[in-house]
């Protein structure tokens, strides 16, 4: 992908861009560097044991668990795209990326984030299946139909990330190459180029924003729905219902609340949106694996059952 974008963009005078970064101050950089550590560190780890536990547990072979699972592995490689070099670049004076890397990291920010959009509403959906037709359940989500949603979202992240990257990639880059930010993405990038830019930052606005707006929207509608449902059926299923949906409705909206801000905010120029950009790249993809195991009592069960057989094989060996 890198080297696609630099064949195409020859004629761009800017051969890598530089990153302000979030802050000048020792201290805080220190703050931010052990913070950063810890929540990558603790988010790999935490979406690492979703994966395996999922994989491992015959009592979670079940479509909620196959898309937790792959939402894990959506999480890891969304903090992955930005999270690493950020934390190496913490105390570097000269915080740069290439112009290849950079529209790279665009590509893959957008590819992950866009077939996350769609795992959350796959997600929705079988919780809507799971609880209003409970009876139907696993004949509506069969595994065919749990790995159609998997296939779709990667599908739709790909096309959402090229149908931006098309109409960027051979823009020229001539004077300015520093962003106000610790990586790279279309809003601020678009700002910097040698041309009028208006129609562009227009169609992101709409390819982002507004999928973002819609998609947040969609979900909670369906929540909503969910939850009107399940009360009019049976009042005292209310809570139960709540209590499984809280923790998915807690996902959208940590997920999402940063993502419109970054897309539909008419003049994203203040330093609000790095560090709203901080909270998407590793505080979304470490709460993501706590909420889901410690408010689920099947997951707590299944981490503590491989752990005792983990401790029983170590002794026997």
């Not at 929207?217 to 049976?234: D, E, M, N, Q, R």
Request: proline share 4%.
């Amino acid at each position: 992908m890198a080297s696609e974008v630099m064949g195409r963009t020859n004629h761009s005078i800017v051969s890598e861009f530089v990153f302000l970064g979030l802050t000048n101050s020792w201290e805080i950089q220190l703050l931010l560097l052990v913070f950063s550590v810890l929540l990558y560190f603790a988010s790999m780890m935490g979406n690492i044991a979703i994966v395996f536990t999922v994989t491992l547990d015959t009592h979670l072979h079940s479509p909620m668990y196959f898309l937790l699972a792959n939402l894990s592995v959506i999480d890891m490689l969304f903090c992955s795209i930005t999270a690493p070099k950020m934390i190496c670049d913490i105390f570097k004076k000269h915080k740069s990326i290439s112009f290849g890397g950079c529209f790279t990291q665009i590509f893959f920010s957008h590819a992950v984030g866009g077939s996350e959009m769609v795992l959350l509403i796959a997600m929705a959906f079988d919780r809507y299946v799971a609880i209003c037709k409970p009876l139907r359940y696993l004949t509506i989500m069969s595994p065919n139909m749990c790995l159609c949603f998997l296939i779709t979202s990667w599908i739709i992240g790909l096309i959402h990330s090229l149908v931006q990257l098309v109409f960027v990639v051979d823009l020229p880059f001539c004077g300015p190459n520093i962003l106000d930010s610790f990586y790279c993405d279309l809003p601020r990038l678009l700002r910097l180029a040698c041309t009028n830019t208006q129609e562009l930052q227009f169609m992101v606005t709409i390819n982002s924003g507004f999928i973002s707006v819609g998609s947040f929207a969609l979900l909670i509608i369906s929540y909503i729905f969910i939850l009107f449902t399940v009360w009019k059926h049976s009042s005292g299923g209310l809570s139960k219902a709540l209590s499984t949906l809280s923790a998915h409705i807690t996902v959208v909206v940590l997920f999402f609340g940063p993502l419109m801000f970054f897309y539909t905010w008419p003049s994203p120029t203040s330093h609000l949106d790095k560090y709203l950009a901080i909270f998407d790249a590793f505080i979304t993809p470490f709460l993501n694996p706590v909420i889901y195991t410690f408010r689920n009592k099947e997951m707590n069960v299944a981490i503590r059952r491989l752990y005792s057989r983990f401790m029983h094989y170590r002794k026997i060996s």
